[in-house]
């Protein structure tokens, strides 16, 4: 079935992939990199050597101004760097570094032959984790190295703890889509975002007809199997990366279409009205007939956006969608929000899919 195109035409970001997207712990054997930056070309060569010697990947920088450009564009997890350099000395580069949002953290080396406990205290300060004396051996050199190599990897296994942890926490566990606490943390963001553009936001709420008879004829595990292959034919009917699916609950799902008005909705509901019920679901317990019922708001104007809340949309929503169940399932029911009759028990009149 040929899909049906709609483009994004908001300058504002989407939603982070780190809310959405799978992250894996960070692997123990990825490289490290370390940057070198030092005005003495000896220096430079005699680090470069040494340092990849041990495995490690080395960049090299002769000032601190093209130290801060190699890391605009190169992902270091060290900076062994010069005190006394022309342009900016090694405490200045402490600083700017400190002062970057980054994605990981810096372990800076400060390269010195200064020892008195007050120019150790004034690199610390600046931003530097340890110091080295020029002219110390190889083997302390690769050892206060070596540190930094630990202390980053543990950062970046801490990052991508955090970041698996909080995909996990905003994930349904069964069908991998997005979870209610996803839905009510960001479905505002988008109808903020929609406001601030005056670009229309659509959602399809969605209910698997007669799901506890399903359950109860052919087991809770085709159960769980007819809910993973519905959510994926909801995926292959809307736009990846852009709109967004979240298990609201048991059998119900809602479809948020951002930059969509009440036609685009509509078109995406029936497309996907016709994926279920157009061929069984295989399950463990052999091939199951699933229709879906759907409900469709959108908020197109100025007016609309202003005046209505998540809470408001959400509940026009379901107000269509129990017209769709009342008038015999497995069918769309669609309409603009109406900003001024929206009780909490109020149907709203249907743009009826009598189909």
């Known amino acids: 079935m040929r899909s049906e195109r709609r483009t994004l035409t908001s300058p504002s970001p989407r939603i982070d992939v780190d809310d959405a997207g799978i992250v894996l712990l960070a692997d123990p054997v990825l490289p490290c990199h370390v940057l070198v930056v030092d005005d003495d070309e000896l220096v430079i060569k005699r680090m470069n050597h040494l340092l990849k010697s041990r495995g490690y990947v080395v960049h090299t920088a002769l000032s601190g101004e093209e130290a801060l450009r190699v890391l605009d564009?190169?992902?270091?997890?060290?900076?062994?760097?010069?005190?006394?350099?022309?342009?900016?000395?090694?405490?200045?580069?402490?600083?700017?570094?400190?002062?970057?949002?980054?994605?990981?953290?810096?372990?800076?080396?400060?390269?010195?032959?200064?020892?008195?406990?007050?120019?150790?205290?004034?690199?610390?300060?600046?931003?530097?984790?340890?110091?080295?004396?020029?002219?110390?051996?190889?083997?302390?050199?690769?050892?206060?190295?070596?540190?930094?190599?630990?202390?980053?990897?543990l950062d970046r296994s801490l990052r991508a703890s955090n970041r698996e942890n909080r995909r996990m926490s905003v994930t349904d566990a069964l069908t991998g889509v997005h979870n209610r606490r996803f839905l009510m943390e960001y479905l505002p963001r988008e109808l903020e975002r929609s406001r601030r553009y005056t670009h229309p936001l659509a959602i399809v709420s969605c209910d698997i007809d007669h799901f506890k008879k399903i359950n109860d004829g052919f087991g809770h595990e085709a159960g769980d199997e007819i809910l993973q292959e519905f959510t994926s034919r909801a995926g292959d009917c809307i736009r990846r990366g852009i709109d967004w699916i979240s298990r609201s609950g048991g059998e119900e799902f809602v479809i948020v279409l951002p930059e969509t008005d009440l036609k685009g909705a509509s078109c995406?509901?029936?497309?996907?009205?016709?994926?279920?019920?157009?061929?069984?679901?295989?399950?463990?317990?052999?091939?199951?007939?699933?229709?879906?019922?759907?409900?469709v708001t959108a908020v197109e104007t100025a007016q609309q956006l202003s005046a209505m809340s998540v809470a408001q949309l959400l509940r026009a929503a379901d107000c269509h969608l129990y017209t769709s169940k009342h008038l015999g399932r497995n069918r769309v029911t669609a309409s603009l929000v109406d900003c001024g009759n929206l009780l909490p028990d109020a149907i709203p009149s249907p743009l009826r899919d009598t189909h």
């Open 268 to 295: 995406v509901a029936k497309r996907l009205r016709h994926a279920v019920d157009a061929r069984p679901i295989s399950t463990s317990s052999g091939p199951v007939d699933v229709t879906v019922s759907m409900g």
């Open 73 to 153: 564009t190169t992902v270091c997890q060290i900076v062994l760097t010069d005190w006394r350099m022309p342009d900016m000395d090694g405490l200045a580069l402490c600083r700017n570094l400190r002062e970057r949002t980054s994605d990981g953290y810096f372990y800076i080396l400060m390269l010195t032959v200064r020892n008195q406990t007050s120019d150790i205290l004034a690199g610390l300060a600046a931003g530097a984790d340890d110091y080295l004396v020029k002219g110390a051996n190889s083997a302390e050199i690769l050892a206060r190295v070596e540190v930094g190599r630990r202390t980053t990897q």
